[in-house]
């Protein structure tokens, strides 16, 4: 029986002291709640292990918690400067035409009204008019039906951060 080792960004994880694992965690979700829940739950033998773990502290999260959560998350088409996570994520903003990144700016700013928060999606991969279509459809849900899907959506942006955190060499 063959034992494989944990690939270098989760060993480095593992090995971590709880502070620094801790600030690592929230760099990839703003929650505590979230960060302390996966750190707590170390180490993990294999990434399925943590991304479990992650979906996990995700279901787990109280509104407030979720509202951390995405506190930590920019507007789509606007990314933190110095953020290159965000920046990635949202790469199909970055060619956007100026009319569809005015649009994205308008319902971006609908959709905070009307349910206090950030826009959040899982923009990897999606072009501009993609995320688009995406705020256009879900500002007309109901608050709590929006709750859930940003929370799936959330818990899809953490996998994704945690994957490329996993990979990470030294």
């Known amino acids: 029986m ?9 060993a480095r994880l593992n090995a971590l002291p ?7 965690l929230l760099e990839a979700c703003a929650s505590t709640a979230w960060a302390d829940r996966l750190t707590a739950a170390r180490p993990y ?6 991304y479990a773990a992650n979906d996990a502290a995700t279901a787990a999260l109280t509104a407030t918690d979720l509202e951390e959560a995405m506190a930590g998350h920019p507007p789509i088409g606007r990314p933190k400067s110095g953020d290159p996570a965000s920046a990635h994520e949202q790469h199909g903003m970055a060619g956007a035409s100026e009319e569809l990144k005015a649009e994205m700016l308008e319902l971006n700013l609908a959709y905070q009204e009307k349910f206090g928060h950030v826009f959040l999606v899982c923009a990897t991969g999606r ?12 500002i007309g849900n109901a608050p709590e039906r929006e709750r859930e899907i940003v929370r799936t ?6 996998r994704i951060r945690l994957a490329r955190l996993v990979a990470e060499d030294a």
Do not use: Y
């Not at 033998?45 to 943590?50: K, M, Q, S």
């Not at 072009?127 to 879900?138: K, P, V």
């Open 2 to 10: 063959t034992t494989t080792s944990p690939p270098p960004g989760l």
């Open 18 to 24: 709880e502070t620094a694992a801790r600030a690592a």
């Open 45 to 50: 033998a294999a990434a399925e292990d943590l």
């Open 127 to 138: 072009t501009g008019e993609q995320m688009r279509d995406a705020l256009r459809e879900r």
């Open 153 to 158: 959506e959330l818990g899809k942006i953490n």
